[in-house]
Structure formats: C-alpha cells, structure tokens
C-alpha cells in the first residue's frame, strides 16, 4: 500500500503522551464495516487525518472484520465514499482529501491469531519499505463486549507496535452488567493491556457541552464558588428524554434503562457537576481523582431512591421479539429515576438523574436550579421572581442547538476561547420555564460530532475523555445495590408519549423518591370502555363499586391511607372509628404498612371488629383473631375494650347455637355502633367468590336482618361466624381487597357475571347508603 508521506510542519503534538514526534499510525477498525463504524467511526476518522495532514504523521487505515476480504471490501468502500469534509474545506481540496483517504484505507479479514499476525507482518514490511518510524497503533473494536478479551489477547500476542511507539485500544460500552461481571471483563482485558493503552468510550463525553463544563466551571469560578453547594442549590436534574421504543430488545431487555444510559452517561455527567473543580483541567489523574472521591462519598442506593417504568407496549415486544409466550413477564425497566444525596458539600441536594424511552419529548441536559429567595410582589415578569438556574443543554428539544444557558438573575458568564460564542439572536422558545431571553446563552462556535471529538482526543491521548477502569467500577459499585434492589419490583406502565401526562411525576422526599400520582391506570377494555384510548389515568369502576387499582405495594399504601382518612374524619365528627377487619392472608399487607408507617392513626378512639371467624378457640394459629392479633393488634397502642372478637368459644364449646354467640355479637354491635353502623369494613374475596364467611349455595341472604350468623364453609373448619350482608351494608364505607395474579380468572368472572349473592357472594356487597371501592392490585386486574 502506498503511503503518502506529508510534508512535516507546525505538528500539534503538545499532548501526546510520546515525545518521539511524528511517525506512521496505523488505524484498525475491528468491524469496520459495522453500524457504529458506517454512521460515525469512518467519519471521525476522516475528519482526523484531514486536521493531521499537515501534522507530519502519516497514516494507514484497515477496517477488520470476519468476513473474507472480496466480500467486505466493497461494503468498506460504499461506506468510506459517504466521508464528507467540514464546510470550511475547499470541494477541490476535499475531493484530494477524500481520494487519499480511500487509498489509504483497506479491509482485512481479523478472524484467527494468524490474520493479526499477517496484518503485523504487513504493517512492519510498509514502515521498512518507506524507512519511516512508528508513532503508534490505533485498535478501535467496535464488536460486541465478549469478543473484547479474545481480540485484546491477539492483539498482545500479535499486534503490539515496534518499541517505543504507542498502542491505543478503544472499547465500546457495554462494560459488563453489574460490579461482578465488570471485574472480570476489566481483569481479562488487563491481562493483555495496560491501563494506559485502554481507551474506554462514553459517547457523552464527546458532546461538546458534556466537555465544556468543567471549563465552564472554572472560567465562572468566581461567580459559582459561593453558590455551588447545598446552601444555594434547589436540586440538579440530568435528564436524557427519548420519544422512542426500544429498538435492539434482544441486548436492552437484559440491561433497561439504568444500564444502557444512567450507570454511563448520566453518571458521568453526575460527577462532572459536582466533583471538587480540578486544580489542573488537563490532568487526567486529578480528574479522576475527583471524580473518584465523588463515587466513595454517594450514600448507597436503595430501592426508595429509584422509581421505574416500562411503556405499556413494551412487554408485547419483548414477546414477539424473542419468541415468548403470551404470559411472559418482563420486569426490565424503559423508565427510571434515581436520586442520590452525596457528600457533605450537597448535603441533601436531590441529584436526578432521569431517563426513558417513549417519553414526550427527546432531549437531553443538565440543570442545577438554585434557590430563590426573592418574592416579588408586582411584577411577575420580573426576572428576579423566576427560576435561578444554569443548564447545560447537550441536544434535542425546543432549542435546536448545544448551549450552555445561564438565567440573567444569576450571573453573566464569561465566554473564554474562541471555541464558543455568545447567542443574541434568538428564536420564540422557552427553555425549563424560562424564555431564552431571560438567559445568557453560549454555544460551540463549530458543532462537531462526539465520535469525531473522542478520535481526535485519543489520538491526542487525552484520557479524560474516557471512562479508565477504576471509574468504571466506583459507578458499577454504586449501580449494583440499587439494581438488585429492584429485581422484582414492578414498574409503573405508562401507556408512551402525551398520553403519559403526570404519570410520571416524580415527588423528592427527603433522600426518597416516589411516583407523585398513586392514581389509577388501568386499561379502558377491563370497564368495558371504548379500546381507542387504552390507558387513562381514572379512578376506575368495577361492577357498580368504585375500584383503586396498582402494584400490589401502592395499593396496599392506598388503602391504609385510605383508612386513616376515614378513621381521622369519624373521630372528628362522633369521636369514634368502628372498623370490622376480615381474617386470610389478603390484608397482612395492610396490617403491616398500618403498623410501619400510620403513627398518627386514631387507635385509642379505634374499636376493632371482627368480620368473620372460624370456630377454633382464639388461641389456635386458624383462628382468625390469632392472626389479627399477632399482625395488628399487639403492635399498636389500642385499649384492649376496644378489641372485639367474635364470641365463638362460649361454655367451652365452639359455635354451639343455643349458646347464642351471634345474638351477643349483635347485641354488642347494636350498643356500641351507632345505628349498627361501621364506619369501615375490610372485606376479601375467595377463589369461590365468597366474602366475609359467606359461602356459595349456603343462602347467603337467608339472614334477614341479623346482624351476625353461624355459617357453614365448604372449608376446614367449616363452622363460622360472620357478618350478614345487613350488617356488611349498613357500613358507611366497604373496601373489598383483591390481590395476587391467582385471583385474575374471579376479577374477569366477576367483571361479567350479574348480581347473584347465591352463586356469587361478594355480589351481595352493596352499601344501602355507604361506598364501596375496590382495591385491586395490577395481577389480580390484568392477570
Ligand atoms: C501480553 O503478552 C505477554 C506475552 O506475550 C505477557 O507477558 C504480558 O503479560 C501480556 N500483557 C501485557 C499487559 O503486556
Ligand atoms: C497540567 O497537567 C498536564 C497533564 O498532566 C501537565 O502536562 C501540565 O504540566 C500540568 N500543568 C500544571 C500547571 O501543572
Ligand atoms: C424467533 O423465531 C424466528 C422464526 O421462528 C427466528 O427467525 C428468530 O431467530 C427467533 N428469535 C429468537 C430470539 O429466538
Ligand atoms: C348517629 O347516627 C345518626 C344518623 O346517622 C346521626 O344523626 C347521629 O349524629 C349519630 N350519633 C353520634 C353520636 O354519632
């Protein structure tokens, strides 16, 4: 191959780790005839040697791959013709430019240690044949990461360059899945190169905002050192928005959101924001010193410090995409936010860091609100009344162009180099709640494209554009926990796009985060109404009750804070809440988030009812108030005359009918509740539909009007107590709990079936004067 040998002059070497000078560079492209390298890497590549040509470096250029050359040289050639200069090269200069490139560039088949071998041999017979040095060798391995630890080790073994001159290996993400699987890659690739031949790539980091702040930093150091610090700053926001579905299911339904941008990108730009400003900005190792200190002060994360999403659609992709059944379940989240509260420095800063496919809008930036103190009593168009922030807008949305935003009630910030310019023309829009006039705005003077900034910086060997492995693993040490903390929980579905509203809205509470909105979303096809507009955020109908319906968590929330409500308003009005608790397994969810996190609920002024009991003495682990007991009743402060369970045990016999147990319940219930009356019943529902100890085909409504009655179960033991549906419907509020996927044939049944509290008990639930609401979680509603 013939190399062009340029004339050597003005060469730009002053960062180079090398101090021998100018020499040959060889550029291998392993998949050089892939995606990533037909959309950015061949440009880039282009765009260096154009900036190098006069450097006095020469250079030759292989893309690599596995298929045999007469196949892939075409496609090589189709795509290195696409190459286009900068507007500010001349057409005849760019065509010279372009014709040499092309000859300087050629496929090679880089499958078995031999070809790296040959591809060796090739390149130390042209540095012979041209009696020229070598600078250095430029691997860029733009191939999936389990290939990245076979071609490191060929390239060891077969590649290195001649003494002195330089290797540089670049590496795309992903960098492993967790902590663990990171340690290995990170330990297989050292043992074929050195850290400082390693060249991780974070697309972000070529972004000439993501660049540009800690330039910005420091230029603005005057002004920013009193304020950047938890005293001045509301909260930092870093925000990547897509507007599209996933598009490679097969690799994103094992990584989600929190790997494929928050642990990289979002991270990285988290701890360019608020690491302590380098004294030198070109020093690699203080930066990552910074950046590092950074990591070792994040408080761990934890669940309640992330919510996730998955858009509604995404499920049926992931079926159709990898040849799953109908009832497969994908937990991985499209949707997730997370916030951090770091070092003492932004104690209690709430750091979002916020991401999502198929959201409103795609855009991506950074925002550090301030605080403002200032009210102003006139003039609301005032600018002093209006957020105080700076934003650091890398893409996308209203504003067509990178910048860097400074609202004028702040500051005005210098604009250094020449790189970047102040923008005073500016069009109609309005940028996070500000109009873009009430900014100071600077944008890069040239936009350049990431992938052509990151080549350019790793020829420059610039490793601060680069995530090195300890960074890497301080960020995979902090996304682990918070990962395998949400393994299993289930994300919020939001149904894409408008529709989404305030689904998403997120509330900061102290160091938690959760969804602001616990409203309902459930699917107009399961109340029957018109499938157009599948998702609305409603309070839902199910038959003729009003229904709540969530993960079984928020619900479980719902309905305890539900109860509160109702406990607070019936202490206020008559000073006292009468509630019948129904017995199973459904409610110790409740009962346990009633006991954690209601300490303000009325228990003194509570009596406690039973809706139902089986005839065992209370002692025995069945009995329905053991199990109250043992889940409620022993972790609060209520006085024992307010518990009231069922009279089943009477003369040391169990529900023997002339020793009148249900007469003295009714009796107790008639003295007590005014008007026989509860103010709340918690009721479930049985597989076979039955509520309270109302049975199928036992003549439910045979009672009359009795309060209280000895009944029969199909089930062990089969003697009840319970409620009647008289007392059931006098309530001024009924909530019927319904949990668990097992329960989603009853919910569908139930959905269709007529009232019939013979066949179908719960169908009997109908308050005369009260309300009743469903509670059904997300499995139990949509199976
Ligand atoms: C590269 O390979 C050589 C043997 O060929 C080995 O001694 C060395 O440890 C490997 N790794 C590095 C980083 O040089
Ligand atoms: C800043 O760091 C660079 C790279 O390590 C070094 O070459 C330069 O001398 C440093 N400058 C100062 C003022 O220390
Ligand atoms: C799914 O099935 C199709 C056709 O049967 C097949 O071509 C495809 O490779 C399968 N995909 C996966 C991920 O198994
Ligand atoms: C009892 O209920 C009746 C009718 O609902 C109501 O008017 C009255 O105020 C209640 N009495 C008390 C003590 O709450």
Not at 478 to 493: A, G, K
């Amino acid at each position: 191959m013939l190399l062009v040998a340029l004339c050597a002059q003005g060469a730009d070497g002053k960062e180079r780790e090398d101090a021998r000078g100018p020499g040959h560079v060889s550029v291998v492209i392993v998949g050089g005839t892939g995606d990533l390298a037909k959309k950015y890497l061949w440009q880039g590549f282009f765009t260096l040697y154009v900036n190098q040509v006069s450097s006095g470096n020469t250079f030759s250029f292989y893309g690599g791959g596995l298929s045999p050359a007469d196949k892939a040289t075409p496609v090589l050639f189709e795509i290195l013709k696409a190459v286009s200069c900068s507007k500010d090269v001349s057409q005849e200069r760019c065509a010279l430019l372009k014709e040499q490139f092309l000859r300087l560039s050629k496929y090679r088949q880089l499958k078995t240690t031999e070809h790296y071998q040959d591809l060796a041999k090739h390149i130390e017979q042209e540095l012979q044949h041209e009696a020229i040095t070598e600078a250095g060798r430029l691997f860029y391995l733009s191939v999936p990461a389990f290939a990245y630890a076979d071609i490191a080790d060929k390239i060891n073994t077969s590649c290195r360059p001649t003494a002195g001159a330089w290797l540089r290996v670049v590496l795309e993400k992903p960098f492993g899945h967790d902590l663990r699987s990171a340690q290995i890659l990170s330990s297989q690739l050292g043992s074929s190169l050195r850290e400082e031949e390693m060249y991780r790539i974070d697309h972000y980091l070529g972004k000439q905002v993501v660049a540009k702040i800690l330039p910005f930093r420091a230029d603005n150091s005057k002004f920013l050192d009193p304020i950047w610090n938890k005293r001045h700053i509301e909260r930092v926001e870093i925000v990547l928005k897509e507007t599209l579905d996933v598009k490679r299911i097969s690799f994103y339904d094992e990584y989600g959101v929190i790997r494929d941008v928050m642990q990289n990108h979002l991270t990285e730009i988290m701890t360019l924001l608020t690491m302590r400003l380098p004294r030198n900005l070109s020093s690699s190792e203080e930066i990552l010193r910074n950046k590092l200190q950074i990591f070792s002060s994040l408080l761990p994360l934890r669940k309640n410090q992330a919510v996730v999403g998955q858009y509604q659609a995404y499920k049926a992709e992931v079926q159709q995409e990898l040849n799953k059944t109908k009832d497969h379940v994908t937990l991985t989240p499209t949707f997730a936010v997370l916030a951090h509260i770091s070092e003492a420095h932004y104690e209690d800063v709430p750091i979002l860091l916020i991401s999502g496919k198929m959201l409103d809008e795609r855009v991506g930036y950074a925002r550090i609100l301030f605080k403002n103190d200032v009210f102003c009593l006139e003039s609301h168009n005032s600018i002093h009344c209006k957020p105080k922030q700076i934003v650091f807008h890398f893409g996308h949305g209203t504003l067509n162009y990178p910048a860097i935003l400074v609202s004028k009630n702040l500051f005005k910030p210098t604009v250094r180099d020449g790189e970047w310019k102040e923008v005073t023309e500016h069009q109609d829009v309005s940028v996070l709640g500000l109009h873009i006039s009430d900014y100071y705005v600077q944008t890069p003077a040239e936009q350049r494209e990431a992938y052509s900034e990151l080549i350019s910086h790793i020829f420059a060997g610039r490793k601060n554009s680069f995530i090195s492995t300890e960074d890497l693993l301080a960020s995979w040490g902090v996304w682990t926990p918070v990962l395998s903390s949400i393994i299993t929980t289930l994300p919020r579905i939001y149904p894409g796009g408008a529709e989404n509203e305030n689904l998403l809205d997120i509330r900061v509470k102290g160091k938690e985060i959760d969804y602001y909105t616990e409203v309902v979303v459930i699917s107009n096809d399961q109340v029957g109404g018109s499938s157009a507009n599948r998702f609305q955020v409603m309070q839902g109908k199910f038959r003729s009750g009003d229904m709540v319906s969530a993960w079984a968590e928020e619900l479980v929330e719902r309905l305890a804070a539900n109860m509160q409500e109702a406990a607070q308003a019936a202490v206020r009005e008559g000073g006292v809440f009468h509630l019948a608790l129904s017995g199973g397994s459904t409610p110790l969810a409740l009962f346990h988030r009633l006991t954690q996190h209601h300490f303000s609920f009325p228990w003194t002024d509570t009596h406690v009812w039973m809706v139902d009991e089986r005839c065992v003495p209370l002692t025995e682990l069945e009995s329905n108030f053991h199990s109250l007991h043992k889940h409620l009743l022993q972790h609060i402060r209520i006085p024992y005359y307010n518990i009231h369970p069922m009279p089943v045990h009477i003369n040391q016999r169990l529900c023997v009918e002339e020793d009148g147990g249900a007469l003295l319940y009714e009796r107790e219930i008639n003295k007590l509740v005014n008007g026989s009356s509860f103010h709340f019943v918690l009721l479930g529902v049985g597989y076979d539909s039955h509520t309270a100890s109302l049975f199928p085909g036992s003549k439910v409504d045979g009672h009359g009007v009795s309060l209280v009655a000895f009944t029969e179960s199909p089930h062990k033991p089969h003697q009840r107590m319970s409620l009647t549906f008289s007392a059931i419907n006098r309530a001024h509020r009924v909530a019927l709990l319904v949990m668990g996927r097992g329960k989603h044939e009853l919910i569908t049944q139930l959905s269709r079936v007529k009232d019939n509290p013979d066949k179908w008990p719960v169908t009997g639930v109908k308050p005369a004067s009260g309300r009743l609401m469903w509670y059904i979680d997300y499995d139990a509603l949509l199976g």
